[in-house]
């Protein structure tokens, strides 16, 4: 993998710890060796609205910035920022999705509708679309703010980086109050797919 | 011994640079994408550095330089319409000279993520005959903020070393130094013909800044970061800043000349560099600052035909580029493109609890034009609130609304409205220029206590400095008051009765009014009340609540429903319930 340059993007709503979660995934690109570069956007573009940030990795990058159709992973905390963003994969890339509905001010003004068929127009344009109940595993977890945390776990087994990186950088950046809720979010989140595929095994 | 090193944004790299340099003074006034240059100066908590917020950027850069004339080194920051402010300072400045290293960091924001313009701060450069340094990555940002003051003490003139936001606000990994041992003491010796522009001494430095910009220009030729990389023989690029890293990644095949010290231009190297392609490109974000020059050289240089000047570069628009000069057909946006612009927009809204929404639903219901300005309440121009019908700069909020009057506008009430910060940074004189001038209008300082938008930075209202000492906290009533304005009054947003009626009784007066509308910042106020739910017996659906636009009032199955995460328990949407359905959570 490290020969070429590998690309995720995180996008979401503004406040959900968008900026933290892009932080903590390049930490553990560069812990790990990587070249990385991490992008994001501050101020007027934050306060609630769409909000994206980019991380590359590998032997040497460039750009900052990916360029659309060219994500491997796309990681998105709600629902309708993963459609407005899965412009940016891969058509064989990975979108993780939150199964979240932050309805905009235009829809809660009764002025937009919130589309109902996200997921089916993202699995249209893409061969993997992994669905995510963040929410009911970062609770599990002990607190509903490590969501983010959640997904950097569903995230983790798609990329080279040992689970000791991804814990030392975790501890290093999560309030210390809440280094435990956020370790055992993570590791909800690391072994989501495998408790997935046994449930369909039962059902 | 292993080398250690971080990954670091621009302006943390910056300021890491400032502080490996030695630098003595640091003074800024807070601006997107330029803030956490300063925050991360004050974060050494090195006793040896004063490190401050000024209430506006000619103020910081005029501090900066009188500490460059004791001998030290001294650093500002702001963003790029903050060099429009600092701009009278700066060019004199440039005949006057430097003692000790003066670095001008300017941030420009390509796109207008969070600015009013887009403007290219490489023309200042020219115009004040100063030099110019445009990093690319994070280690380059820190390096050349060692450089920046190098260059600055060598030809004695004060440095800018611009950014973008794509620099500031991107990290890469950047090696950590020590930090260098200066031991200069502040000291002055009087020189009045180096010091004080009068016209007979003026003139002499008038020739002199002449005479130091073609050294710089002979310099640059020869600077370490004016660099050629080979690739091919077909193509040459000249390109500076992140440009450049689009361009290593979209030309694989093409040399590039990479412009570190873009100005003073690099004439002798660009005919040289020219002369070994057949066809030169040049690859820069904004104005055509280098085509044009490159140009005037007599090169056939070309990029605006390829690359767009409005908005930021991207790896796509680079792409696209190189597909025309290959000849290719470039292909209009796409399917998937149209759909993103067709859903639902998510524009930034107003937090849960933000005092300004109870200020811009207490003016949605008054009939008046808002003049307004620079903050988190710029964002009162959108729906649901609809009221804020102008924005010019800092400060322009106060004195539109006074020319509108002064030009004999009648037809409805005229409201300014200015932050607290934005107030101290270039609100003062409007109101001076209100009350002497005798206006009417009604000017409302929306003070929720800090600079928000940029990130909760101290202000001189706030009786704390950026090193976090208590200090002389100003009021803006004082200052109201100082000025001449009889009419101040001091509300809450969140009572909407007292808003609306305090506002409705000064906008009939005859002579101009000051309402310090004031709450903290939501975002500040560690108190936070229960949040509140919806009664389901008592709501009729009348969406009155929606309409306040609180993010954590939401509909979902036809019923309305308050997120309790997101509510912050602040009781204005209970205000506008004509049921009285909205109340606090029971706790058992």
Request: hydrophobic residues 35%.
């Amino acid at each position: 993998m490290r020969e070429r340059t590998f690309n995720v993007v995180i996008v979401g709503v503004g406040g959900q710890g968008i900026l933290l979660t892009s932080d903590i995934l390049a930490e553990v690109a560069f812990e790990e060796g990587y070249d990385v570069k991490k992008s994001e956007i501050h101020g007027m573009a934050q306060r609630g609205g769409s909000v994206i940030s980019e991380v590359r990795f590998g032997e040497k990058v460039y750009s900052p910035l990916i360029k659309k159709g060219e994500a491997d992973i796309l990681l998105a905390l709600e629902k309708l920022e993963a459609l407005r963003f899965s412009i940016y994969l891969k058509k064989e890339g990975i979108a993780i999705v939150n199964n979240l509905e932050i309805p905009p001010l235009g829809v809660n003004l009764g002025k937009e509708k919130y589309p109902r068929d996200i997921f089916s127009r993202i699995e249209h344009k893409i061969s993997r679309v992994i669905r995510v109940e963040a929410i009911t595993m970062a609770k599990k977890a002990g607190s509903p703010k490590t969501m983010n945390v959640v997904m950097l776990g569903v995230l983790s087994p798609f990329l080279p980086f040992s689970i000791s990186s991804w814990e030392k950088v975790i501890k290093k950046r999560v309030p210390s109050y809440s280094t435990e809720f956020n370790i055992r979010a993570f590791k909800l989140g690391r072994t989501y797919q495998e408790q997935e595929k046994k449930l369909e095994k039962l059902s | 011994m292993q080398e250690k090193s971080a990954i670091l944004t621009g302006n943390e790299a910056i300021a890491r640079g400032a502080y490996e340099a030695g630098v003595t003074l640091a003074s800024a006034y807070p601006g997107t994408p330029s803030t956490e240059v300063l925050e991360t100066i004050a974060g050494f908590k090195d006793n040896e550095i004063w490190c401050e917020w000024a209430p506006n950027e000619k103020v910081a850069l005029e501090v900066a330089a009188g500490a460059s004339l004791t001998g030290v080194r001294a650093m500002v920051a702001m963003k790029h319409v903050g060099l429009n402010v600092a701009a009278d300072p700066l060019m004199t400045l440039s005949y006057v000279g430097v003692e000790g290293g003066l670095v001008v960091v300017v941030a420009d924001d390509p796109g207008m993520h969070s600015s009013q313009n887009e403007q290219d701060t490489r023309n200042y450069a020219r115009f004040a005959k100063i030099p110019l340094l445009e990093p690319s990555d994070s280690q380059e940002a820190k390096d050349f903020a060692i450089f920046a003051f190098e260059l600055s003490e060598r030809f004695r003139t004060p440095v800018i070393l611009r950014s973008t936001t794509r620099i500031s606000h991107c990290k890469s990994p950047v090696k950590i130094l020590k930090r260098k041992t200066l031991s200069r003491k502040a000291h002055f010796v009087k020189n009045p013909e180096r010091y004080v522009p009068v016209p007979r001494y003026g003139r002499v430095m008038r020739q002199k800044v002449e005479e130091r910009t073609a050294k710089l220009r002979e310099y640059a030729s020869k600077c370490p970061y004016n660099l050629v990389i080979k690739r091919g023989d077909d193509l040459g690029i000249v390109t500076s800043g992140v440009s450049f890293q689009y361009a290593m990644e979209e030309f694989p095949d093409a040399s590039i000349l990479k412009l570190g010290l873009s100005y003073p231009f690099p004439d002798s190297l660009i005919r040289e560099f020219a002369s070994h392609y057949r066809k030169i490109i040049v690859i820069e974000e904004l104005d055509d600052f280098l085509e044009e020059h490159i140009r005037s050289l007599g090169i056939d240089a070309k990029g605006r035909e390829y690359f767009p000047g409005i908005g930021e570069l991207s790896p796509d628009k680079v792409a696209q580029g190189y597909r025309k000069i290959k000849g290719e057909t470039v292909q209009e946006e796409n399917q998937d493109e149209k759909e993103s612009f067709s859903l639902p927009a998510r524009p930034p809204v107003f937090c849960p609890g933000c005092p300004h929404r109870g200020l811009f639903y207490a003016l949605s219901r008054i009939d008046c034009i808002v003049t307004g300005d620079i903050g988190c309440y710029s964002l009162g121009v959108f729906p649901p609130y609809d009221r804020m019908d102008t924005i010019l700069c800092m400060g322009g909020g106060i004195t539109l609304a006074q020319g509108m009057d002064r030009a004999g506008f009648r037809d409805k009430p005229l409201i300014g409205v200015v932050g607290d910060s934005t107030f101290f940074h270039s609100g003062i004189t409007g109101l001076l220029e209100i009350s002497y001038n005798k206006g009417i209008s009604t000017i409302i300082i929306v003070d929720n206590r800090v600079t928000a938008m940029t990130g909760h930075q101290d202000h001189p209202g706030t009786g704390k400095t950026l090193m976090g000492d208590d200090t002389y906290t100003a009021l803006p009533e004082d200052f109201a008051r100082a000025c001449g304005i009889k009419n101040v009054k001091v509300i809450d947003p969140l009572d909407l009765k007292r808003t609306l009626e305090v506002i409705r009784e000064e906008i009939k007066k005859d002579s101009p009014s000051v309402i310090i509308s004031r709450r903290p910042c939501a975002l500040i106020e560690k108190k936070r009340k229960s949040a509140l739910f919806i009664d389901p017996d008592a709501c009729t659906d009348c969406g009155r609540c929606l309409r306040v636009g609180c993010p954590a009032i939401y509909k979902k199955d036809d019923k309305i429903l308050i997120d309790s995460i997101l509510c912050n328990g602040c009781g204005f949407c209970a205000q506008v319930c004509p049921q009285g359905a909205i109340k606090p959570v029971q706790k058992n």
